[in-house]
């Protein structure tokens, strides 16, 4: 058993421009615009390496898409983390599953005084306002140039001095507003989200709990905002400042207590019900929507917290590696009280679900969903990429031996009036070249149109947001 996608895996060193990729294909002349990626791409620094996946230092990738052609650009961000790990040729700052040893004294001033964050942003690209910012699970956001890639700086949120957040704050398209979720961790631990004005965050509920669970993303329906509590929970907040465990080995998986969704009024902040459900483990929600009586809540969850540990790199560049693939359940959340319950809304496995959130966002009526997924029976990394038709079960699917597909990403039509109208994008190992190529998907057919292949491999990284707007193209 070897392992043929270790190579996504190794570190990227290379900046480079390219005018125009190699088309296989023909890219749809209505396609304009940029995808914006980030992940991780340096693994090493000096004699450290960085332990986790979700560790590697961000590089920031751009696909810019003209009069049917495509151009290819990569820039490492210049984040103090990476700026300062390089130049002192150590990890200095501490990230998902790799800490450098601090002294006592400063293992507590960073937890409940003032965190040294390095602004890796490697999970997540989004833009407020004009500007263009790289997302992690810290609340330190870098603002990019979208058409350079060049780092120009700390973006200043004010309002918060929480220590964990999200990479994936929702847009309340009703109210054409931001929302956000962040956990403040010290001698009481804190739920909290906010609201989004400009750099302005603004309370919108705050919900004490001894034990926070690690959380990666939250829900948003047309009336509430819902936190899918997992059941890998902080064991203490004094242990994680002094522990001297990297910030996720302190969370410990605690099935017996079971799991929660919090449900909370997205006006007045109000939670307005807790529904217990049995464990699970999740990071991304996909949509959730009311019906009746019923909170509908669709996300991406596991039945252990088994991920986190597949994702180190020693375990998952070994020979007969693979990664858990997760199920997509519809949760039924009742508002009246009660236990929550689920359903599986397809049997294949997968992860990174894309929907077209711009229009179907918290849409009862909403039938697609993309992701990457393992094939079933194989132990391996993410082969393939599915699409889910809800209504009626169906799946669609593309694979090629030895490629290795990212997050799908849907853009769609300008003119389009299906759901499902436009493309999707992903980023693809080819294990065979070592190199890694974008692939332009027909999303109604789920067939091949396109492949733009770039000379190198990108490094298997997390998310990434296509942009029409003319700031990014
Ligand atoms: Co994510």
């Known amino acids: 058993m070897g ?8 570190t990227q060193p290379n900046e480079v421009t390219i005018e125009e990729l190699p088309v296989r294909g023909h890219l749809p002349g209505w396609l304009n615009g940029a995808l914006l990626r980030t992940g991780p791409a340096q693994f090493e620094v000096g004699p450290d390496s960085y332990r986790h996946w979700f560790d590697g230092l961000a590089m920031l990738h751009r696909f ?5 052609r495509v151009s290819y650009r990569n820039r490492f ?4 983390a990476f700026r300062e790990n390089n130049a002192l040729g150590r990890i200095k700052y501490a990230d998902f599953a790799t800490d450098p040893c601090k002294s006592l004294f400063k293992r507590v001033a960073s937890i409940f005084t003032s965190p040294e964050y390095g602004g890796n942003g490697n999970v997540n690209i989004a833009q407020f306002g004009a500007d263009f910012v790289t997302l992690t699970e810290y609340p330190l ?28 704050p929702h847009h309340d398209r009703e109210r054409d507003l931001g929302l956000t979720y962040a956990a403040k961790y010290g001698i009481t631990n804190e739920y909290r989200f906010y609201s989004m004005h400009g750099k302005q965050l603004t309370s919108l509920s705050t919900i004490k709990v001894d034990h926070p669970a690690y959380v990666h993303s939250f829900g948003l329906s047309g009336r509430y ?22 910030f996720i080995e302190n969370f410990e998986w605690t099935p017996e207590d079971g799991s929660r969704f919090i449900v909370i009024d997205k006006v007045s902040g109000q939670v307005v019900v807790e529904a217990p459900t049995e464990a699970f483990f999740s990071f991304h929600h996909v949509n959730a929507f009311e019906r009746g009586d019923e909170l509908i809540v669709d996300l991406i969850a596991y039945p ?34 009660g236990r929550a319950t689920y359903e599986l809304l397809t049997t294949e496995n997968v992860e990174l679900p894309r929907i077209h959130y711009d229009t179907y966002h918290t849409r009862g009526d909403y039938n697609y969903v993309y992701a990457a997924s393992v094939r079933r029976g194989t132990t391996d990394f993410y082969n393939q990429l599915t699409k889910v038709n809800l209504t009626n079960g169906t799946v669609s699917v593309w694979h090629e031996d030895g490629c290795y597909p990212g997050e799908p990403v849907f853009v769609p039509a300008p003119d389009g009036r299906a759901e499902d109208a436009g493309v999707i994008l992903s980023v693809v190992f080819d294990s065979q070249s070592a190199t890694s190529f974008l692939l332009v998907l027909d999303a109604p057919s789920f067939g091949e149109i396109a492949r733009a292949t770039v000379p190198q491999h990108i490094p298997f990284g997390f998310h990434g947001q296509f942009f029409t707007d003319p700031i990014a193209v």
């Open 3 to 10: 392992n043929l996608f270790k190579g996504g895996l190794e």
């Open 64 to 68: 810019a898409f003209a009069d049917g």
């Open 77 to 80: 961000l210049q984040s103090p």
């Open 141 to 168: 956001a870098m603002v990019f140039d979208p058409k350079t890639l060049d780092t120009l700086g700390v973006y200043d949120y004010e309002g918060t001095d929480a220590q964990n957040s999200t990479a994936h």
């Open 225 to 246: 905002v819902i936190l899918a509590e997992s059941a890998l929970r902080l064991s203490s907040s004094v242990s994680l400042a002094l522990s001297g465990k990297p």
């Open 304 to 337: 252990n917290n088994e991920f986190v540990n597949a994702g180190y790199l020693d375990r998952l560049r070994a020979d007969g590696a693979g990664i858990p693939g997760g199920e997509l359940r519809r949760y039924r959340v009742p508002l009246n009280g």
